[in-house]
């Protein structure tokens, strides 16, 4: 919980700190892989099921580190145990289907029609490693470093008697923190515009992954210590208490840059202030309505447009001009589903309006339907004729009878799936 691995949220927002608390929670099932030589199909499906609604790279990194162990379970065995692992296999995949159906739906039903922008590309991925730019991963906190030249020093002092889980866990972990560093071609695979390799950004998100099985191993050697003893407890609860103690150093330090005057706020990331009043602008985030702080902190955000060409370069800019510059000529409320746009027309003629328009939203200009044809701009914002006076643009969005299924019976999965667990589990009891 002191790794970085978790705090990333707290310090800087990083999704992928969801993904890290509930890693350990998904390794349960890769112990009796391993041990036993058996993968529960139903844990496993609901282990990857829960990450992928949470965190969809996390759960990438997840099926990872389970291709690790599957492999070298399946390799390891005789034909048998090969047959039964793949069935095994197999029906955890058609579970883990049931219990993401409504994720797979949004993406087919939303990339199948519209040009998604993805998230930038980092040209800089190798900078971006654990010996560079982003060393503070490998020592936060410090007591981080030492926990991996021990687990080092003892894995390969003791390698031929340590059981296959540890070795497993060793290399895996291993082969993580090699893609963490710059000894992992990142400079050359950045230059080869792969799709894959652009979608990691950060070779640091490896080592989320790494940390865990980490910690697992570290566990899993000190099963053969004496670690009941007054001196290894004492010892414990020090680096723990050393652990919180740095946490909290590092958090209040963190937000202490709120006290300073202007870079009370990372600005540096298409970031921008409607405001130059610092004392107004940190009272609004403590104000309980805060829609002033919404108002006076706007972020450049186009990951996920329905741009025309999927590499639209000037993105960011184009979403400051065409959607952050022009919310103050208009006024935008909800009323039940729907958006809606108001402004005052001095002239008949073409305007931008700020908001983005996907292949199944709706539009109604002063109570009449737009055509689904309706001219967009690069990144999806619609331009229509509006009138002298008052001009009303509602935006809505298709409704899907489909999804609203596949969620009622994605609830029902769920519920199936738990209860099975919970069955499967007390009659092994």
């Not at 390969?156 to 710059?182: H, M, N, P």
Request: charged share 15%.
């Amino acid at each position: 919980m002191t790794t970085y691995s978790v705090q990333y949220w707290t310090l800087r927002q990083g999704l992928s700190s969801w993904g890290a608390a509930l890693f350990p929670l998904c390794l349960i099932p890769l112990i009796d892989l391993i041990e036993k030589k058996t993968l529960h199909p139903i844990q496993t499906a609901i282990c990857i099921g829960v990450m992928c609604q949470i965190h969809m790279l996390s759960a990438f990194l997840l099926v990872f580190v389970y291709a690790c162990f599957f492999l070298t379970a399946f390799f390891a065995n005789s034909k048998h145990t090969k047959i039964k692992l793949l069935k095994q296999l197999g029906l955890a995949i058609v579970i883990f289907g049931f219990l993401v159906l409504n994720v797979l739906y949004s993406f087919i039903a939303i990339y199948s029609e519209n040009n998604i922008a993805q998230p930038f590309v980092n040209k800089w991925m190798a900078e971006t490693t654990i010996f560079k730019g982003s060393s503070y991963w490998l020592f936060y906190p410090p007591i981080l470093m030492i926990i991996v030249l021990f687990a080092l020093w003892t894995i390969c002092r003791y390698w031929k008697k340590e059981s296959q889980l540890l070795k497993v866990t060793a290399v895996t972990c291993g082969f993580l923190f090699i893609l963490c560093t710059d000894l992992f071609p990142w400079k050359l695979l950045n230059n080869s515009h792969n799709q894959l390799i652009e979608t990691i950004q950060f070779p640091f998100r490896f080592f989320v992954p790494f940390t865990v099985l980490l910690l697992l191993a570290v566990g899993l050697l000190l099963e053969k210590w004496h670690t009941r003893s007054v001196i290894f407890g004492l010892i414990s609860y020090g680096l723990l208490l050393l652990s919180l103690f740095q946490t909290g150093i590092s958090t209040n330090n963190a937000l202490n840059v709120w006290h300073q005057t202007e870079s009370f706020l990372n600005s540096s990331v298409h970031t921008y202030f409607t405001s130059e009043n610092t004392s107004e602008i940190k009272k609004s985030f403590f104000i309980k309505n805060k829609v002033q702080a919404l108002q006076y902190v706007v972020k450049s955000t186009p990951d996920y447009l329905p741009v025309k060409t999927v590499k639209c370069k000037d993105k960011y800019s184009l979403y400051h001009h065409q959607v952050i510059n022009k919310q103050k000529y208009f006024h935008k409320s909800v009323k039940g589903n729907k958006l809606v746009v108001e402004w005052e027309g001095r002239s008949v003629k073409n305007i931008q309006v700020p908001v983005i328009k996907y292949t199944d939203t709706i539009l109604r200009l002063n109570q009449k339907m737009l055509h689904t044809n309706v001219k967009l701009s690069r990144i999806g914002t619609p331009i229509v004729k509006q009138r002298k006076g008052h001009n009303e643009l509602v935006v809505s969005y298709r409704s899907d009878r489909l999804l609203d299924t596949i969620l009622i019976f994605n609830f029902i999965s769920w519920l199936i799936v738990f209860y099975m667990n919970y069955k499967f589990k007390f009659l092994n009891e």
